[in-house]
């Protein structure tokens, strides 16, 4: 009988160390839980305030770069704009203003025709020429006597030397002269003076034609490249005044497109007070859980 209770207290004892074995291990286990839900609890409130925040800065920064635009759109736009049709207005002014200077060219270049003139002074040069080979005094008087006729209606006017003045006196002072034995040579000496004034005058005027063709020629070749220029260049700025109009509509589409709501930020927010619950409710949960442990454990040792 005493070896049977004796089996029976060992099986009592064994029975309770293994019930006693089996709530520290429950303990642990509870602790266990109870750190790891702590913990995640804690790693998850990190890791997702940082994405709320992220969040945040984002919206954030798509509302400012919005305030951006709109600034920009509303008031830095207009402004280029303005400037550059202020350009394109210069552009056509400075464009109309070379067209007035080579039309103005033109005419000058119409006024300065002095091909009439030129023809005329050297036919009279030739019939000078002539008339000396011919060496007939009667044809000679009559040649004096047109060059003097000449001169007087303003045929020489563009001619100012002193010969042509001697010239003048001398015919008027030969026709005068009644007898002079030396009329016909004195008359040839007159000729000759004339056919070298008009022959150094003819010079005179190709080279000034030549000059001034070349100093039309350049201010017409300057003119016409200006012009040139300036219908180029605002060909470029009505160009670019196109791109800007594009621009300005695609700007305004990918302003759109910008994410403006902030119901995806509330989803979120309220995703992250749903998961804060879960986990305060499961850490309460193993709370009570190893504090339920723990008072298990300490009545069955105060037994």
């Known amino acids: 009988?005493?070896?049977?209770?004796?089996?029976?207290?060992?099986?009592?004892?064994?029975?309770?160390?293994?019930?006693?074995?089996?709530?520290?291990?429950?303990?642990?286990?509870?602790?266990?839980?109870?750190?790891?839900?702590?913990?995640?609890?804690?790693?998850?409130?990190?890791?997702?305030?940082?994405?709320?925040?992220?969040?945040?800065?984002?919206?954030?920064?798509?509302?400012?770069?919005?305030?951006?635009?709109?600034?920009?759109?509303?008031?830095?736009?207009?402004?280029?704009?303005?400037?550059?049709?202020?350009?394109?207005?210069?552009?056509?002014?400075?464009?109309?203003?070379?067209?007035?200077?080579?039309?103005?060219?033109?005419?000058?270049?119409?006024?300065?025709?002095?091909?009439?003139?030129f023809e005329e002074l050297n036919y009279l040069h030739k019939k000078i020429q002539e008339v000396l080979e011919q060496n007939d005094e009667q044809i000679i008087y009559k040649t004096l006597e047109l060059l003097e006729s000449k001169i007087m209606i303003g045929s020489f006017k563009q001619i100012q030397s002193q010969e042509v003045d001697f010239f003048m006196k001398s015919v008027d002072k030969l026709f005068r002269e009644k007898q002079n034995s030396n009329k016909k040579q004195e008359a040839i000496q007159l000729l000759s003076v004339m056919s070298s004034v008009i022959s150094e005058y003819l010079i005179k005027m190709r080279n000034d034609q030549i000059e001034s063709s070349f100093d039309l020629l350049d201010k017409e070749l300057f003119f016409t490249e200006s012009k040139n220029t300036h219908l180029n260049a605002k060909e470029q700025y009505i160009n670019l005044l196109s791109r800007l109009d594009q621009f300005h509509q695609t700007i305004w589409i990918q302003m759109m497109d910008l994410p403006q709501n902030s119901y995806q930020l509330e989803i979120a927010e309220k995703q992250y007070e749903q998961a804060l619950q879960i986990g305060n409710r499961a850490i309460s949960y193993h709370t009570q859980m190893n504090e339920m442990i723990k008072a298990m454990i300490e009545r069955f040792l105060q037994r």
């Not at 940082?50 to 800065?57: P, Q, R, Y």
């Not at 951006?68 to 350009?87: A, G, H, N, Y």
């Open 1 to 117: 009988m005493d070896l049977y209770n004796k089996m029976n207290a060992i099986k009592e004892f064994l029975s309770q160390l293994e019930y006693y074995t089996a709530l520290e291990k429950l303990e642990i286990r509870s602790k266990e839980n109870l750190e790891f839900e702590e913990e995640s609890l804690v790693i998850y409130k990190e890791h997702y305030q940082d994405f709320i925040n992220s969040f945040k800065l984002q919206q954030t920064f798509n509302k400012n770069e919005q305030e951006d635009i709109k600034l920009f759109l509303r008031e830095t736009f207009p402004e280029v704009v303005e400037k550059i049709k202020r350009i394109i207005a210069d552009k056509e002014k400075l464009i109309e203003g070379d067209i007035k200077e080579l039309a103005k060219l033109k005419r000058q270049q119409q006024q300065e025709d002095i091909s009439q003139r």
